[in-house]
């Protein structure tokens, strides 16, 4: 019984260190989803570094490069961006897209929900 106390107790403390210590590179460069927006509409980080897109609803979203332009979707990938073809994220999911790996201002979209729009800025 005392071993079985020992184990647990080890368990957990191993548990709480790897839960304090476990951040991902991403962990700050998340950018959360409404039912048909973008909570923050733009999002700016570091060459090499990825995004994760949060879904905080069950709504579906399908992202991809490019962006809404008078309520007309405009499909396009800027030069050195990281390819996003219809990514699916729902459910209260999330997914981590890139690295963006140069320097620039680059646009994604969903193409279910018109005007849902961010700019990814690389530094």
Request: proline fraction near 4%; charged fraction near 10%; include cysteine.
């Amino acid at each position: 019984m005392k071993r079985l106390c020992a184990l647990l107790a080890l368990c957990s403390i191993v548990t709480l260190l790897l839960v304090a210590c476990g951040t991902s590179g991403t962990s700050g460069n998340q950018v959360h989803m409404g039912d048909a927006d973008f909570v923050q509409s733009s999002i700016t980080i570091k060459k090499g570094e990825s995004i994760t897109l949060v879904a905080d609803t069950f709504v579906p979203h399908t992202i991809a490069n490019g962006i809404w332009k008078s309520g007309t979707a405009q499909p396009a990938r800027e030069p050195g961006a990281p390819v996003i073809d219809n990514v699916s994220v729902g459910g209260n999911s999330s997914v981590t897209v890139g690295p963006f790996t140069i320097a620039g201002s680059f646009k994604l979209y969903c193409t279910v929900h018109a005007r849902m729009n961010l700019t990814v800025v690389v530094r």
